[in-house]
């Protein structure tokens, strides 16, 4: 089925994007209103074209009239449209906290860049979702690296320079990967369309095992070092950290996981399951999300930085989603592609929540925030509540994500997988809990000078934690959506 | 074995051109160097692809006369186009923030950033 509707949750950000930048000086007030607008009409029409492809299956638009291999198609699958309203509703959520705290974590002067910047990123992710070309999947990739590391650079803190320079350096060299990437699958196949690349590469991945192969393998380094797959995550704790709050929850929310998208897309669109398990791919994948399980945890319980500990635990929590990717069998990838949904809901309450917990105490060391939960009860509630559903305490949803991750594993008969994740899962805890026991009762003494946050900071992060439980009690959707998604992407 | 290996020149030279990208952009500690490393990296791959659709003796799409296999693929050349624009505008971004980090730091080092950035306030 066709959608006219398709393009504008590229278009509308993106044009909104540069206007903002025009009309911020002017009139900073009706830039984030107008920019909360944008958004949250952008989640109104995924959420449309949502309903849309779960009654008539994926949609498609063809840009400027012309279809493939000549033209550039868009096409809106089932997962896909799961995604595309994930990224609208977070972002306005994320959009309606900064529209009160940007002003104070950018530097002096820089907020109408900023939500210019929030905006484009928006687009661009959005585009990531949507498009069926991959040099159109390098472009929007590129511009939401871009977008990224500028979102990292407003920053007041002098450090924030530092990480989003390293971001920007390593995401170069990803891009740099994608792009040869991208080149030797067009030599060898002659295509940029997704399907016809796919039906094509079946046909000669076996005169061309090499070029196919390295082809792969620059695709999994580009978008792994996008996305801080294990150990290419150096960047990430330091641009994630030092990045204003409303950033670090769309940078760990959002802007990794739609890379991860991405390599769903070419793992099991392009190169199809048969042709990635011949490939080493799989236990490359494995290995690397184990270590990323397990290190990325250890790392973090090192932290004495509140966000630096976030930051660790997001590559941890990445290592779930590729050990569902790696193991491919239907309820372990359903799994996975959960974890995308639940993860960016958890992750970004988080960081929220910790901007508010940091600006008021006036510090970002974990052992003097001890107490701070009596003086703010309702954000330190909804910080525990996402910190169990990283854990994956029964009752939330991180607990469906893991549950089917370890399913899958159980129905490939290889437990050791489930061993790991109760493992990581442990260590999560190892982190988590204490924090939350000495905000709730440390003996600090934050009664007498700090207040519960204004609601304009408080409503998005109690609406995540809500989902977060919402998401764990009545999973079926997106469930549901991601399990027929992972059935069609193993083609059974 | 040669001939082969001639007839793939391109691929050898792309290859070998974006290790050095690479290598220059991971080991150099000067935040200047690394830039050029990223574009020596985006160049190689730019060379590769356009490589790709070169025909000996082809002519470009654009002219009428001749029969349509000799003319030289047009959609690589578009296609890293679009890609040069966007290395342009990374590497202005790179750069703005140097100018930034200068500014902050006194130092295009990168070591030598990172020490000054712990002795100093935050």
Same mark, same amino acid.
């Given at each position: 089925m066709t959608s006219r509707l398709l393009p504008l949750v590229v278009v509308l950000p993106l044009a909104a994007g540069f206007l903002a930048a025009w009309a911020g000086r002017k009139n900073i007030a009706l830039v984030r209103a107008g920019a909360i607008a944008v958004s949250v009409a952008h989640a109104a029409i995924s959420l449309a074209l949502l309903a849309a492809a779960s009654r008539s299956g994926p949609l498609v638009h063809l840009m400027g009239g012309w279809a493939a291999p000549v033209g550039i198609e868009l096409r809106l699958d089932l997962f896909g449209a799961v995604v595309l309203f994930l990224i609208g509703g977070l972002n306005s959520l994320v959009m309606v906290y900064a529209s009160r705290d940007a002003a104070e974590e950018t530097a002096p002067g820089v907020e109408p860049w900023y939500w210019s910047l929030l905006l484009v990123l928006l687009g661009a992710m959005s585009g990531i979702a949507v498009t069926k070309d991959l040099f159109n999947l390098f472009v929007m990739t590129e511009v939401s690296s871009i977008a990224a590391c500028g979102i990292v650079a407003v920053s007041r803190r002098p450090a924030a320079l530092e990480a989003s320079f390293k971001y920007l350096i390593l995401s170069a060299v990803g891009s740099g990967a994608i792009l040869l990437g991208t080149g030797l699958l067009y030599a060898a196949? /002659?295509?940029?369309?997704i399907d016809r690349v796919s039906e094509v590469l079946r046909e000669v991945a076996g005169s061309f095992p090499r070029v196919t192969m390295a082809a792969l393998a620059l695709y999994l380094v580009g978008f792994g070092l996008k996305a801080a797959l294990f150990p290419l995550h150096v960047w990430l704790p330091d641009a994630h950290s030092t990045a204003p709050s409303p950033s670090s929850a769309l940078l760990s929310g959002l802007v990794v996981k739609v890379y991860v998208v991405a390599l769903v897309r070419l793992l099991y669109q392009v190169w199809g399951v048969e042709l990635f398990s011949q490939s080493p791919g799989p236990t490359v994948l494995l290995l690397l999300s184990w270590l990323a399980m397990v290190l990325g945890s250890v790392f973090a319980i090192a932290q004495r930085d509140l966000k630096r500990m976030l930051a660790y635990s997001t590559v941890s929590q990445m290592g779930y989603i590729f050990l569902g990717l790696a193991l491919a069998s239907p309820n372990a990838l359903a799994g996975g592609l959960l974890h995308i949904f639940n993860h960016a809901l958890m992750k970004s309450c988080l960081f929220l929540a910790a901007g508010v917990l940091i600006s008021r105490a006036g510090t970002r060391d974990i052992a003097a925030m001890a107490g701070i939960g009596r003086a703010m009860p309702l954000t330190t509630a909804a910080f525990t509540v996402a910190a169990m559903a990283m854990i994956g305490v029964p009752g939330t949803n991180g607990f469906i994500s893991k549950w089917y991750l370890s399913l899958g594993a159980l129905d490939l008969g290889r437990p050791v997988h489930v061993a790991v994740v109760i493992f990581s899962s442990l260590l999560n805890g190892v982190y988590y809990l204490p924090f939350v026991i000495s905000a709730f009762f440390g003996a600090g003494h934050y009664e007498k000078r700090v207040t519960e946050a204004p609601g304009v900071l408080l409503g998005p992060v109690l609406i995540l934690a809500a989902a977060c439980i919402w998401t764990g009690l009545f999973p079926r959707f997106p469930l549901d959506q991601l399990i027929s998604a992972a059935h069609g992407f193993l083609g059974r | 074995m040669t001939g082969s290996l001639l007839g793939h020149l391109n691929f050898l030279g792309a290859m070998f051109l974006f290790a050095v990208g690479m290598f220059t952009m991971l080991a150099h500690g000067n935040l200047i160097k690394k830039i050029i490393g990223m574009n020596i990296m985006d160049t190689a791959v730019f060379l590769f692809v356009v490589s790709l659709g070169y025909i000996r003796g082809g002519t470009p &799409?654009?002219?009428?006369? /001749? !029969? &349509? &296999?000799?003319?030289?693929? !047009?959609l690589p050349s578009a296609l890293i186009l679009t890609g040069i624009v966007i290395a342009v505008s990374t590497t202005a971004f790179a750069l703005a923030l140097v100018v930034k980090i200068h500014a902050r730091f006194g130092t295009i080092d990168a070591d030598e950033m990172v020490r000054r950035m712990r002795s100093g306030p935050q």
């Open positions: 196949t /002659g295509y940029l369309d | &799409a654009i002219e009428a006369s /001749g !029969p &349509a &296999a000799q003319y030289v693929n !047009p």
